[in-house]
């Protein structure tokens, strides 16, 4: 796929300036938590698919699986290491000083890791070309855009394996419907 104005505006809009917006949006930040927490969600993939969404692209499933495993070993090896670090200090952190500063640290250092994933990223897309086909148009409705990504980021049906008690479904079906609805669609390039 080349489709110069749709690659032009993913330059103009870089990832990380859009997670920020995106994040910032009613709702969005607990249904990423709630989407990482509990349905073991890589929200900077889920960041970057919004982003594709929003004008009018999507990942091609196999060069997808490359980079989602270069990704997935980013945040398994850097981010997750740390958050697992931030996490085990909260309640040491609530009553000494210098953990609470340590813990601020690795937060800052969360969040440096999750930037440096979301560049990667918007790396990878940008190097689209009509040889790899990395990318192609999407033709998702508005209506249709939390299956979509229901599809796009688990292997198995959530009904399956994936969240075993109904109400681990319900909240993952939640979080992806509330992340849907404020994602808004760009208009097609003229």
């Known amino acids: 796929m080349r489709d110069s104005n749709r690659l032009q505006r993913l330059q103009q809009r870089p990832l990380w300036d859009f997670a920020l917006a995106l994040y910032a ?7 990423c938590l709630t989407l990482q927490d509990e349905a ?8 970057f698919h919004c982003w594709l969404y929003q004008q009018g692209l999507a990942a091609s499933p196999g060069p997808l699986a490359t980079i989602r495993a270069e990704r997935m070993a ?22 000494n000083e210098a953990v609470k500063a340590l813990r601020a640290t690795l937060q800052s250092a969360e969040l440096q890791a999750e930037r440096e994933n979301l560049q990667r990223w918007q790396q990878w897309a940008l190097g689209s070309s009509d040889a ?17 990504l229901q599809d796009t980021l688990f292997s198995t ?11 681990g479904r319900e909240s993952t079906r939640a979080a992806l419907f509330a992340l849907a609805s404020q994602l808004d669609r760009c208009e097609s390039p003229r």
């Open 25 to 31: 949006r009613p709702g969005v930040e607990q249904a």
């Open 40 to 47: 073991g969600v890589d929200v900077c993939e889920l960041l």
């Open 74 to 95: 980013w945040q398994q090896q850097v981010t997750v290491t740390l958050r697992t670090l931030r996490r085990r200090l909260k309640p040491e952190a609530a009553h």
């Open 132 to 148: 790899d086909a990395r990318l192609t148009k999407s033709d998702i409705s508005q209506h249709n855009v939390a299956q979509w």
């Open 157 to 167: 049906p959530l009904d399956n394996d994936l969240c075993r008690a109904p109400r």
